[in-house]
């Protein structure tokens, strides 16, 4: 056994903190201090001259045998400096986790293996603890990083359909600005044919109502076939000069050269002239409810357009209604002059509605009369044009009143 000579040595062996194993060559317990007892639950008097092997779990006793072997043959081999960590057994049986310093040295000409050994349960506890809770983050981690791919995954495939989108939408939008600009171009070329045609036409036009009235005054009053039949040539030779009017002025407005003259005139009496004008034209048994306005004082307007634009309206109102239908036309003042124009015609079917005052544009139920689809659109350009408004309220087959209201006095 191994004999310690001093009180303090012994004092200091037995309280050190790490547990002390002192055995010779063949394995034996030689000493052991308090530690150990701690440790692995033995006593110290159970322990001296017991075999080594008792603080190795089964199943590593081969083992263990195998290294002490090696150890008795060079006393080297076991020495290491550096602390490893092995598995003891407690005495009930328990596995520790242990940590081991090995050295080795010799007195009195025997060889000693000394064995620091320090229980680190709860160090291997924490540590357990830290891995399972870095496994559960690291899968945490693994998982977002799964759902933001799947995301940004999601996001690039959104981004690419819009990026498809908007470049879709860009090329209809160019097609639709190229077709517009088509629609454009062909309309001015429309209206500059229209206005060079009529220049041409109305030379001639004129030629022919010049000759017709000359015919007129030559033929003898009593042949009254010829009188009817001049009659004719006269009104077509100026419905066809109103309808070259109306193609020369598309051409004035498409330019904004229209130049209004503005003058003092009584609103009845242009009504008479209009009522007159009409009425040449009105189909079998229709007839105009106009009650002239008593009070309606004097428009400083343009005359001239003021009388294209309720000739137009009423003319339509005459053109779109059935024989033996009224048209009403009501007039009223006030800051304003309001003239109202109704019909008990065919009608305007609601989604052509809105296309009513585009030049050129007829609605599918008037195609079977005489038009050209232009006289609204000049007479919308010119009631703006003199500051005023028109609407319209229409049901097919019950009939269409167009309302104009423009300033008595205009200050433009
Ligand atoms: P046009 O009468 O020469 O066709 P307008 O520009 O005067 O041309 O009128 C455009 C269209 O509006 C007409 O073709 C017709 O379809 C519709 N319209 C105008 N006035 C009336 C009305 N009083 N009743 C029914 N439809 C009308």
């Given at each position: 056994?191994?004999?310690?000579?001093?009180?303090?040595a012994?004092?200091?062996?037995?309280?050190?903190?790490?547990?002390?194993?002192?055995?010779?060559?063949?394995?034996?317990?030689?000493?052991?201090?308090?530690?150990?007892?701690?440790?692995?639950?033995?006593?110290?008097?159970?322990?001296?001259?017991?075999?080594?092997?008792?603080?190795?779990?089964?199943?590593?006793?081969?083992?263990?045998?195998?290294?002490?072997?090696?150890y008795?043959?060079d006393?080297?081999?076991?020495?290491?400096?550096?602390?490893?960590?092995?598995?003891?057994?407690?005495?009930?049986?328990?596995?520790?986790?242990?940590?081991?310093?090995?050295?080795?040295?010799?007195?009195?000409?025997?060889?000693?293996?000394?064995?620091?050994?320090?229980?680190?349960?709860?160090?291997?506890?924490?540590?357990?603890?830290?891995?399972i809770?870095?496994?559960?983050?690291?899968?945490?981690?693994?998982?977002?990083?799964?759902?933001?791919?799947?995301?940004?995954?999601?996001l690039?495939?959104?981004?690419?359909?819009?990026?498809?989108?908007?470049?879709?939408?860009?090329v209809?939008?160019?097609?639709?600005?190229?077709?517009?600009?088509?629609?454009?171009?062909?309309?001015?070329?429309?209206?500059?044919?229209?206005?060079?045609?009529?220049?041409?036409?109305?030379?001639?036009?004129?030629?022919?109502?010049?000759?017709?009235?000359?015919?007129?005054?030559?033929?003898?009053?009593?042949k009254?076939?010829?009188?009817?039949?001049l009659?004719?040539?006269?009104?077509?030779?100026?419905?066809?000069?109103?309808?070259?009017?109306?193609?020369?002025?598309?051409?004035?407005?498409?330019?904004?050269?229209i130049?209004?003259?503005?003058?003092?005139?009584?609103f009845?009496?242009?009504?008479?002239?209009?009522?007159?004008?009409?009425?040449s034209?009105?189909?079998?048994?229709?007839?105009?409810?106009?009650?002239?306005c008593?009070?309606c004082?004097?428009?400083?307007?343009?005359?001239?357009?003021?009388?294209?634009?309720?000739?137009?309206?009423?003319?339509?109102?005459?053109?779109?209604?059935p024989?033996?239908?009224?048209?009403?036309?009501?007039?009223?003042?006030?800051?304003?002059?309001?003239?109202?124009?109704?019909?008990?015609?065919?009608?305007?079917?609601?989604?052509?509605?809105?296309?009513?005052?585009?030049?050129?544009?007829?609605?599918s139920?008037a195609?079977?009369?005489?038009?050209?689809?232009i006289?609204?659109?000049?007479?919308?350009?010119?009631?703006?044009?003199?500051?005023?408004?028109?609407?319209?309220?229409?049901?097919?087959?019950?009939?269409?009143?167009?309302?104009?209201?423009?300033?008595?006095?205009?200050?433009?």
């Open positions: 056994m191994f004999d310690g000579n001093s009180d303090i012994q004092v200091a062996f037995d309280t050190t903190l790490e547990g002390i194993i002192i055995a010779d060559s063949d394995a034996k317990i030689v000493m052991t201090n308090k530690a150990i007892e701690k440790i692995f639950g033995y006593k110290a008097a159970e322990l001296l001259g017991k075999d080594l092997h008792m603080f190795v779990p089964k199943t590593l006793r081969a083992l263990h045998l195998e290294h002490y072997k090696m008795a043959k006393p080297n081999y076991l020495s290491f400096d550096n602390a490893r960590e092995i598995i003891g057994m407690h005495k009930d049986g328990r596995q520790l986790p242990l940590e081991l310093k090995l050295s080795q040295f010799s007195y009195k000409n025997k060889d000693y293996a000394q064995a620091i050994i320090t229980d680190i349960t709860k160090r291997k506890a924490k540590e357990t603890e830290n891995t809770a870095k496994t559960i983050l690291e899968k945490k981690v693994k998982d977002y990083t799964a759902e933001l791919e799947k995301v940004v995954k999601q690039r495939q959104t981004n690419q359909d819009l990026e498809i989108e908007i470049k879709k939408k860009i209809a939008k160019q097609k639709a600005r190229k077709a517009l600009i088509a629609e454009r171009e062909l309309g001015q070329l429309k209206t500059k044919f229209l206005s060079l045609a009529s220049h041409e036409f109305r030379t001639p036009l004129s030629g022919i109502l010049t000759s017709a009235i000359l015919i007129g005054k030559y033929i003898p009053e009593e009254e076939n010829v009188t009817k039949h009659k004719v040539i006269k009104s077509m030779v100026n419905h066809l000069s109103n309808i070259l009017d109306d193609f020369l002025s598309l051409d004035r407005i498409e330019s904004g050269q130049h209004y003259k503005f003058s003092k005139f009584g009845n009496k242009l009504m008479e002239k209009i009522m007159k004008e009409t009425s034209l009105m189909k079998k048994g229709q007839h105009i409810n106009y009650i002239p008593t009070i004082p004097k428009l400083y307007q343009d005359k001239r357009i003021v009388h294209i634009i309720l000739s137009n309206i009423i003319f339509n109102a005459i053109k779109y209604s024989e033996d239908s009224p048209i009403d036309i009501a007039v009223k003042t006030g800051e304003t002059i309001v003239i109202t124009v109704t019909d008990k015609g065919i009608g305007i079917p609601k989604n052509e509605q809105k296309d009513i005052f585009s030049r050129f544009y007829r609605a139920n195609t079977h009369l005489q038009g050209t689809g006289g609204l659109n000049i007479v919308k350009a010119n009631v703006e044009g003199l500051g005023g408004t028109i609407v319209f309220k229409s049901t097919l087959n019950e009939g269409t009143t167009f309302t104009v209201r423009l300033p008595k006095n205009v200050d433009i």
